[in-house]
């Protein structure tokens, strides 16, 4: 952005903010936590009022108030901006920084965010963390309707197995009032009286898992009793025919392959084309190449890369239908036996810290091999992955002259260079004392990593191998 000094006028110092608020908003939608951590840590700008969570009806007018920490100054204003259809505030040159926001009549239930964002010339602009707003109806409804497209309807039917569609669950008050959505209102929750056909999520879309009928049940919490709506989910029997229509595979240690899981494909026509893809975590084998077939089988690996829950899909296309059905794992870890880092910020580089310690394999580790492994290492709200290949390593030789063989006994893995922006390097060799245990030093430079809290919680992932120091446990 660049932004002329000389141009005083009220109306382009306006346009300035505005343009800056908005610029930030875009941008701080891409930036990772530790990103936008540096930048509010400690924050020029912060609302005060209201508090987060705080529960408005539509056409009450709110009082936002925003402080700026002291020495700092924004000679082009401040200003509120809100989520749509909230509108945005007048801008403020000087304190106090109390904005009147009429929330409009017409809003849906839902939560909405409030932004304080401010300009100095000729510096970038600046943004508040965001304060969260409920907005709910001060009176409950009498009656809850099931919609889709802003029909009433009485069943919902989704014809492919894998596809979603929205379930909207609309309001009707003693007033006469009809026709206000409810889905993003807090007091309504969802459930599925059979997961195995159907599922549903928070904001109401439902997905088909398999052919069958099952109910989808909307619960309005806030009225006195409950209200509740069952609404009838119909999946018709399907061309392509997958047994089963899911596959859960049980934890896995990262970076190795499951068994086999088997699935079978039946269609009631022939099919003269069949492709089989998956996507996410998973791979396949199958002889549906075979055509023409009314049959075919499809086998099913599970390979976690990283830890934690994990989904992904198993795409079929034929001449006749396309389906897809859900793939869900867990990428496990094996704990490290012991684990004891130290984190060490650096009084006269705040840009930069250093991590080093110890750390022991557990027993049923398989032993680490950096240079083939993606590391993981996380720092409170600071993470930063080395994917394997990256390490580089050598011999130590306990004694001068002496032969050895390259492996993770006794070779010294380094990695130095850049990763996502920042200066890293790390070491990775043994102590001496056994196969098992290991030392590690890691030294970051990056301008995000200022503000990091110390302590902080610590991770190192090596492989499937993990430890994890929390605060509260040094």
Known sequence: ?????????????????IVAMISLIIISLFLPSRFVLAQQNPPSLKITSPADGTIVAPGQTIVV?????AG???PSGVAIVAEKPIPMSNIKISPPYNFFIQIPKDIQPGKYNLTAGGLAPPKDGVDSNPVSIDVEFSDNPIKLQAGFGNNVISELS???????????????????TFG?????????SFSSSNTAIATVDSTGMVSAVSPGNATVIATYSHANPPLKLIVPIIVPPQVITLSPWFLSFDPLPVGRTSDTQIVTLTSTKQLNKIKISTAGYFSEMDNCSVVPTTTCSINVKF????????????????????????????????????????????????????VKGTFTLGQ????????????????????????????????IFPDQGEAGTISSNNAKFYFEGHIDKVNLN?????????????????????????????PAAISLLIGDNMGVLNPSSR
């Open 364 to 395: 049923a580790s398989k032993g680490i091999d950096p240079q083939n492994e993606n590391i993981i290492l996380t720092i409170g709200t600071f993470s930063v992955t080395i994917p394997k290949s990256s390490f580089k390593k050598y011999l």
């Open 72 to 74: 700092v100054t924004f």
């Open 65 to 69: 108030k925003v402080e700026i920490a």
């Open 1 to 17: 952005m660049i932004i002329n000094d000389k141009i005083n006028s009220k109306v382009d110092g306006e346009l300035r903010l």
């Open 426 to 454: 790390m070491t990775i060799e043994p102590t001496g004392q056994g196969n098992s245990n290991y030392k590690f030093d890691v030294n970051a430079t990056d301008p995000y990593l200022l503000g990091l809290d110390n």
């Open 180 to 188: 206000f959505e409810l889905n993003g209102s807090s007091y309504l």
């Open 303 to 354: 390979s976690p890369s990283r830890a934690g829950s994990l989904s992904g899909n198993l795409n079929i296309d034929t001449d006749w239908d396309s389906t897809s059905i859900n793939l869900t794992g867990t990428g496990a870890v094996i704990p490290f036996a012991a684990f004891n880092p130290t984190l060490t910020s650096n009084d006269e580089n705040p840009y930069q810290l250093s």
């Open 158 to 176: 989704i014809d492919r197995v894998g596809e979603e569609l929205p379930l909207q669950i609309l309001g009707v008050y003693s007033s006469g």
